[in-house]
């Protein structure tokens, strides 16, 4: 049986099946060096700042251990989550390989876990540690959000190990429940529908499916911010668009989405597709970030994309790819794998430096050189409220699972990267290594290792973003389009397919309904967004005083000086003053403020 992050039952109403971890190898390159940091310095790094930000001495306190009553033991409601989604990573990352350091330090955070569940199987720091009194505020406690993070845990360390250390203080946990609640901020969903997955108990499937009809009754008390910030304004299976804190409202859709295949809920299933659907079009990013407004980290208006003011919190591009991830498994539809490359590339990389140990919470595609001589956000180790960095860690330590996908027909691949990815199909095993230079260079190949004789279907997703792409394959070439590109043969061992992306600097214009970035190009190469930093402003000219030179092209060329095999674009622009012309470096979106402090911006003005 294969180990997946998202696993829908057998009988669920799911076009793909994902591949388990063990399937996939990431070898080299791009994401397998993301990966590797993730593992050998962020996650080290995250239970280091765990201990620092007194998040663990939270459970010891709730056990009763005052000596730690002289930490730094935080006071936000939601801190074990944090907790949790450390281990969910830890959990995967050791089955992708043994690390006894990793492995010791993971045992001490699972009997600290274990020590502080109480007696009667609630489990909850911050509630044990003040008055003990479960379920008391819905609204702002957090109580079946961190429940659900413990539950998403424990599934990894048994699908990932086998090992229920966890699943068995989750499930007791979640008997402790007195039914289906509404919880101010949604998960709890998404996690008893992988809780009834992995231990069969479909009470859980029916508590969850239960608590999204009880939301959007307006039920939730002391909704400062209305009670669309929470989606409880308009029923799961009505709400047209997607409403009020980002995060909320993604995590909600993952678990309607979690509900809709087990049950065969198509009307529920079809909600989401429209409130995404929507989201893409009027509230999404360049960069697939999503959150236009600080106060309330909410989605804004249709069209409120402002660049400077983004919220765009890492946790939401991180939501969006869980969400499109569930959709791709439903529908089987590439423009979910469009979203989850835009995003991973853009949206969730951003949150974390280079060298895996730095984040941001929030990602604006725009800083002002004002706001750096006024000491404005480096990057930071931690935050106080810490969501962002251990989700991070969670979804990297899970990315090989998203590249591919399998059905009785054949093998998808979504993402690309070079890796080998291996599976059972319904006539035999079969074997696929990628290699490619992807994102930097556009030529995947693909070579067959092993193949049943039967035929089967090997489908590829050519990006949206691509305007010239060619298939070789033992056919011959041809031109391809964008969506998945199919090929249905016999194969032989050795067969070669090369996919091959054609990647010219592009410019990019916005949605003229985007009042803000009206009247301003972006430059995108292959899935990058591109922007400029003052560090590679043309004589050190301070980035506002650029304006886009139409009458010239932009150019590519290597930036090893940011990061190995990086690839930058020229960007031709006019100083504002004097008309003069003069070029900008643009590098990668992801990789910004990963140098000195300075004012960056994605959109250009012309
Ligand atoms: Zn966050």
Known sequence: MSVSVVQPSRTAWSRLRPFGAEQVDLRTGFWADRVRINREHTIPHGLDQLRRAGTLDNLRLADGYRAAADSTGTT???????????????????????????????????????????????????????????????????????????????????????????????????????????????????????????????????????????????????????????????????????????VRQLYLDCGAVDVAVELGDDRLLGAVRRRWDDMIRTRTYLTGGLGSRHRDEAFGDPYELPPDRAYAETCAAIASVMLAWRLLLATGEAGYADAIERTMYNGVLPGISLTGTRFFYTNPLQRRTHRVLDGAGPRLPWY?????????????????????????????????????????????????????????????????????????????????????????GPDGTLAVGAGMVKRHRRWQPGDVVELSLDLPARITEPDPRIDAVRGCVAVERGPLVYCIETADAPGRTEIEELIWDPSREPDVQPRPDVAEAMIGVTVPVLRRRSGAPATAGAIPYFAWANREPGAMRVWIPR
């Open 76 to 246: 936000l409601p939601f801190l074990d989550s944090d907790v949790y989604k450390w281990l969910e990573a830890v959990g995967w990352e050791l089955a992708r390989g043994p690390d006894p350091g990793l492995a010791a330090s993971a045992d001490e955070v699972i009997a600290l876990v274990t020590a502080t569940q109480r007696a009667d199987g609630y489990l909850n720091s911050y509630v044990q540690a003040g008055d003990g009194e479960p379920y008391r505020d819905l609204s702002w406690g957090h109580e079946l959000y961190c429940l659900g993070h413990l539950i998403q845990a424990a599934v990894a360390w048994h699908r990932a190990l086998g090992d229920d250390r966890l699943l068995d203080v989750a499930i007791r946990a979640a008997d402790h429940l007195p039914g289906p609640l509404v919880d101010g901020h949604p998960n709890i969903e998404m996690a008893l529908v992988e809780l009834a997955r992995v231990t069969g108990d479909r009470r859980r499937l029916t508590t969850a499916a239960r608590m999204l009809e009880l939301r959007g009754h307006g039920t939730l008390p002391g909704a400062r911010f209305g009670a669309g910030y929470w989606q409880d304004h308009e029923p799961v299976r009505d709400a047209a668009t997607v409403a009020g804190h980002a």
């Open 384 to 472: 106080p409220c810490a969501c962002c960095p251990p989700n991070l860690m969670r979804l990297l330590s899970t990315w090989q699972q998203y590249l591919a996908t399998g059905d009785d027909s054949g093998i998808q691949v979504h993402q690309y990267a070079a890796a080998e990815v291996r599976t059972e199909l319904p006539s035999g095993p079969a074997r696929l290594r990628i290699d490619t230079g992807y994102p930097w260079d556009g030529r995947i190949v693909l070579s067959l290792l092993e193949t049943p004789a039967e035929p089967w279907t090997l489908s590829l997703r050519v990006p949206r973003w691509c305007r010239t792409a060619t298939l070789t």
